[in-house]
Structures are given as C-alpha cells and as structure tokens.
C-alpha cells in the first residue's frame, strides 16, 4: 500500500510560478514511476508530466512543454512539479500518482494522491 500526500497548490496570477510536492510513504519510492495529472472543471482528468524510477527520462504534455519540470528526490521520497510562465487554463486539481511504468495513461498508475488546486487569474 502507497499513500500519497500532496502540497502547494493555490491562486497566483498569470505569468506567476507555483511548485508542488507529493510525499510518499508505505513501499519503495525508488522502485516506482511517478506521475502528474491535472482535471479543470468540467474536464476529464488529463496527463501532465511523468518521471520513470531512475529519475532519468521526463515526459510532457506538448501544452506544458518548456514551462513546467517534473523531479524527484528518492532520499526524501517525494515528487515535485515546478510550474513557470503559468497561463489561466492551467487551472485544475493537480494529482500525482504512482505505478510500476511512467506513463501517458491514467490507468496505469496504481496509488493517487488527494489532489491540490491551482487556480491561474487573468
């Protein structure tokens, strides 16, 4: 069993920066792929970025691109999104999850945190 436990979502300004943390406990942290997803009202829940165990290959939604960077810190066993150059649609709760793959795909991650929101004013 893995528990999840997420921070640092709030309101900021367009152009403004956020970063978000998710904290592990329960199993391994270095033997798992990590993973943020985000849901904007209305929406389903859509992939934002991945990082696989190694903490070697990153992977992005072209809509994040060059803005946000995923990072992991295996002694601390946490997860961070930093989040620059923020626009007003990437308001969302923000998920990180856990699984076995990095992956594009929701269902492939096993453990979910308790989301955090992020709101971006114009």
């Known amino acids: 069993q893995v528990q999840l436990v997420e921070s640092g979502g709030g309101l900021v300004q367009a152009g403004g920066s956020l970063r978000l943390s998710c904290a592990a406990s329960?199993?391994?942290?270095?033997?798992?792929?990590m993973g943020w997803f985000r849901q904007a009202p209305g929406k389903e829940r859509e992939f934002v970025a991945a990082?696989?165990?190694?903490?070697?290959?990153?992977y992005y939604t072209d809509s994040v691109k060059g803005r946000f960077t995923i990072s992991r810190d295996d002694a601390k066993n946490t997860v961070y999104l930093q989040m620059n150059s923020l626009k007003p649609e990437d308001t969302a709760v923000y998920y990180c999850?856990?699984?076995?793959?990095?992956?594009?795909?929701?269902?492939?991650?096993?453990?979910w945190g308790q989301g955090t929101r992020v709101t971006v004013s114009s």
């Open positions: 999850a856990t699984g076995r793959i990095a992956s594009y795909y929701v269902n492939e991650y096993d453990y």
């Open positions: 329960g199993r391994t942290f270095s033997s798992f792929a």
């Open positions: 990082i696989n165990w190694s903490g070697v290959k990153t």
